[in-house]
């Protein structure tokens, strides 16, 4: 079964400087799709970016980019220029498999990214 | 505005009693999705749809059920054999293409306690 691990449960950092989210996971699936989400105290997941396993670029999203290391089965985000907006919990998930185009999402337990003025 | 709506945004519930929680999308996606979030945790899934009228047990079906009678309404009930209902419910639905969606977009969710 597919397992997303995100080994970092706080980060602290200052404002403006670029912070790093960790993420690896496990499949044995050659085809898969790795997602960021980002989660603020009002409770709803936001959408941040997405990596297809055949992707051969990384992908970016203004701010947001994923190191995916595909050798490494890792696929950590860099927040660029961190604001104080950006502090909030990230989770990292990974798409399990398809039934009929519906996909399972495996989330990990996330990080509480906290940005000091 | 395109978009998921759930209701209520807080949901009290005495112990034994079944409770329905609302979720509509316009979004016209084919396929939702209920998850469970606990306190410091990632997100569970406990059913989903692809279609009208078929739904699909998630990891965590037990004490739960489900109706997807609309494409876009997929309301979960919480029954009273859900040993420990108290917890985040999150809806979230997604294109089916014959490509992967790149995304699920979710709604604000409802917090359920127990009482």
């Known amino acids: 079964a597919q397992k997303i691990t995100q080994t970092q449960p706080g980060m602290f950092v200052q404002e403006k400087e670029a912070v790093t989210l960790d993420c690896t996971y496990d499949t044995s699936d050659q085809s898969y799709g790795l997602f960021w989400y980002k989660q603020p105290s009002s409770g709803e997941m936001i959408f941040l970016i997405y990596?297809?396993?055949?992707?051969?670029q990384n992908a970016t999203e203004g701010r947001y980019s994923l190191n995916f290391q595909k050798a490494r089965k890792s696929a950590n985000l860099v927040i660029s220029a961190s604001q104080l907006g950006d502090s909030a919990m990230y989770f990292c998930?990974?798409?399990?498999?398809?039934?009929?185009?519906?996909?399972?999402?495996?989330f990990g337990q996330g990080t509480r990214l906290t940005i000091n003025p | 505005d395109g978009g998921i709506t759930q209701s209520p945004k807080y949901l009290f519930r005495k112990e034994g009693q079944n409770v329905t929680l609302s979720c509509e999308q316009n979004?016209?996606?084919?396929?939702m999705y209920w998850y469970r979030q606990d306190p410091g945790q990632g997100l569970r899934l406990i059913y989903y749809s692809q279609i009208v009228n078929d739904f699909q047990k998630g990891d965590i079906a037990e004490g739960y059920s489900v109706s997807r009678e609309k494409k876009e309404s997929f309301p979960l009930t919480v029954t009273s054999a859900q040993k420990n209902p108290t917890a985040f419910y999150l809806c979230?639905?997604?294109?089916?293409?014959?490509?992967?969606?790149?995304?699920?977009?979710f709604g604000p969710g409802t917090r359920l306690t127990v009482l």
């Open positions: 979004l016209n996606h084919d396929a």
């Open positions: 998930a990974m798409r399990d498999h398809l039934i009929q185009g519906a996909q399972k999402l495996v």
């Open positions: 979230a639905s997604s294109i089916i293409y014959r490509d992967p969606p790149r995304t699920q977009y």
């Open positions: 990596q297809g396993s055949y992707d051969e």
